[in-house]
């Protein structure tokens, strides 16, 4: 047990490692640095100032040089200098941090609702009416891409029903603070949530009924009921609780998914966050802002996986053996 | 479940014993199915994912010549006409550009098979040896081998795809490059788990004992009994390809304008989707869908039926 634990956290600092220089080296290998995209189009510029500016912020240290500094001021949250903003990388992140975890939040906690009862309905009732529905339901949502279904989300609802604003997070006419300044800010919520959790539904659906199916045939549960046990019961008290405790684990997991979704959401219904910062810093070039990014929110992934990955060898002793 | 009700009535001719007949004793009834024929057999009783194989065929099919046969070209632009809506003249529309919306489908599948097909094959060849070498020689190498998967495996694919197309620049080949450097890792785990356990079983053994070299093994016994999880994992391979051609040309990473993908059509018509020209997005759109919709039943299908454990 400890020694899984143990080797799971250990294999954590190569992949840390890993990932930062493979960020690193691929911002350095993208075409322009930091110092022809804010001043290329600036004509009062001469290339000799520009080459003096790069000595000043270190560009022509070799890659190691550089790479450490990167790393020794990012563990420290400093990022440096965003050059399309103006202004230091850690505080345009904190700005637009809080959408972003308040997206994620709410796509986190619409599937879990949708998908939970969907999930113990398909595998209770096998082959029912119902269990067929939500199958096809959930192929559906396998199959269709993020970007294509919120696309078709907000043509139907901001455009055609009028139901919904067409992107941003808040109105901006509304005094922050205020009671419907917290309105506003759900009723911008309400469709990206929805275009991502309806989605998100697919895994915990199918693994919730596949687990059911599974665990209603076992010894235990035949026991529960030839001891006259109410179905009800069998169901909350034997069969749920071991299907529910391992998508709990998932959760960890689940952020790799969120990230990924959050570009696409963010970018569709322009909503101000990580994701819009992230496409847009690739677009403007401006290196320092996604080196940061895929940075956080790689380690993220990376520190969410592991956790879940030792919380399920804890409710599932049989993972643990190899 | 048992009907209770049902009676059921046994002439009494089924009772007497069978007349012993020696000619018809030893002799095979049915004939010896390969291993892929029972695949097949069992793969065409599946409604679901024969309807995903028709699908996929037809597609096929209008990619290579819908193209060819349409009077419009791809990048042809013609400014009158833009943004008609689905007529007789343009069956799916037109866009900005006036630019035939039927025509540009069909060239937007060949790209996204194509970049589906070859990432599944780059991946397959990357991972056969890297997974085979892994699984084959075991011991110190396999633990070494596994550790560079477990290290790459935890990385978050997308950014990292991201990353590599905003420095390679945004082409067919990169795109592809850009899958297979995230995408190969999964094969070699499967293969490497394959061999793992096939290499221990004892048919291998008794190759190996009546002096078959390693080449022989592999080609002969290992291969051939890892192709059923391998093949199932290409099929969905290739739709996780053609889904992230078309975000990253959605993104503006991929197939660049006038030249079309489903992704960058769909693009396209994200700041005019409020003005209603529909055909524009719903087109790309449910081509996206129905074709992943379309190798995840397939593979989904593929999966019981290659699993010799099935067989029936």
Redesign the interface.
């Known amino acids: 047990m400890l020694k899984f634990i143990l080797r799971r956290t250990l294999i954590m600092i190569p992949q840390l490692l890993v990932l930062s220089l493979i960020i690193f080296l691929l911002a350095k290998a993208m075409p322009g640095d930091a110092v022809t995209s804010s001043f290329m189009s600036n004509p009062n510029v001469t290339p000799e100032q520009m080459e003096k500016m790069r000595e000043k912020l270190g560009l022509n240290d070799s890659w190691y040089v550089q790479y450490g500094h990167w790393v020794g001021n990012a563990v420290q949250g400093d990022f440096g200098q965003s050059f399309t903003h103006k202004q230091p990388v850690t505080s345009l992140l904190a700005g637009r941090v809080g959408n972003t975890l308040l997206l994620s939040t709410g796509i986190l906690i619409v599937t879990y609702i949708i998908a939970i009862p969907l999930g113990i309905i398909a595998g209770r009732w096998t082959d029912s009416w119902a269990d067929k529905l939500i199958v096809t339901y959930n192929y559906f949502a396998f199959a269709t891409p993020l970007f294509v279904f919120s696309l078709l989300m907000l043509f139907l609802f901001s455009f055609i029903l009028g139901w919904t604003p067409i992107g941003g997070s808040v109105d901006i006419r509304i005094e922050t603070g205020s009671f419907d300044y917290i309105v506003s800010k759900v009723k911008h919520l309400i469709l990206p949530v929805m275009s991502g959790a309806l989605l998100a539904t697919f895994g915990t659906i199918q693994y919730l009924r596949n687990d059911i199916i599974d665990t209603k045939l076992k010894d235990f549960v035949k026991t529960a009921r030839a001891k006259g046990v109410p179905e009800s019961k069998v169901y909350t008290r034997h069969i749920l609780r071991n299907s529910l405790l391992p998508i709990a684990a998932f959760l960890g997991y689940e952020i790799t998914g969120l990230i990924a979704g959050s570009i696409f959401l963010e970018m569709i219904f322009s909503y101000p966050g990580l994701g819009q910062l992230f496409i847009q810093s690739v677009m403007g070039r401006d290196f320092t802002v996604v080196t940061a990014l895929v940075m956080i929110s790689g380690t993220a992934a990376i520190v969410g996986t592991m956790l879940s990955d030792i919380i399920l060898s804890i409710v599932d002793p049989r993972i643990r053996i190899d | 479940m048992v009907q209770k009700d049902e009676r059921v009535t046994i002439p009494d001719e089924w009772f007497k014993p069978k007349e012993k007949d020696s000619d018809i004793a030893e002799s095979v009834v049915r004939p010896s199915l390969s291993y892929w024929k029972d695949a097949w057999h069992r793969l065409r009783k599946n409604k679901l994912a024969i309807s995903g194989l028709v699908f996929l065929i037809v597609l096929t099919l209008f990619a290579i010549f819908g193209p060819v046969f349409s009077p419009h070209s791809v990048t042809g632009t013609d400014y009158p006409n833009q943004n008609k809506a689905p007529s007789a003249e343009h069956w799916f529309g037109t866009d900005e550009a006036g630019r035939d919306v039927f025509t540009r489908t069909w060239y937007g599948a060949r790209i996204s098979l194509f970049v589906g097909v070859m990432a599944a094959l780059i991946d397959f060849f990357i991972g056969i040896i890297y997974g085979g070498i892994s699984g084959y020689k075991g011991g110190r190498t396999d633990t070494l081998m596994m ?1 560079i998967i ?3 495996y ?3 694919h ?3 795809v ?3 197309m ?2 390679m ?1 945004a082409s067919l080949t990169t795109i592809i490059i850009a899958l297979t450097i995230t995408g190969w890792v999964g094969m070699a785990r499967i293969v490497r788990g394959q061999v793992l356990q096939i290499k221990n079983y004892e048919f291998v053994t008794a190759s190996k004992s009546f002096g078959a070299k390693t080449p022989r093994i592999i080609r002969k016994n290992l291969l051939p009994n890892t192709m059923g999880p391998i093949i199932v994992q290409m099929t969905l391979t290739v ?1 996780s390809a053609i ?1 992230a051609e ?2 990253l040309s ?4 991929g197939i660049q304008v006038p030249f079309a993908s489903w992704g960058v059509m ?1 693009n396209d ?2 700041p005019v ?2 003005s ?1 020209y ?1 055909w524009r ?1 719903f087109f ?2 449910f081509f ?3 074709t ?2 379309a190798f ?2 397939l593979g989904d299908g593929m999966q019981d039926a290659l699993d010799p454990k099935l067989r029936g």
């Open positions: 550790r477990e290290i790459l935890g990385l978050p997308l950014l990292v991201i990353l590599l905003v420095v620049g739709p889904f078309a975000f959605f993104l503006g990473l769909a018509a994200l989707i409020l209603g529909w997005l790309p759109a996206i869908s129905m992943m919709f995840n039943v």
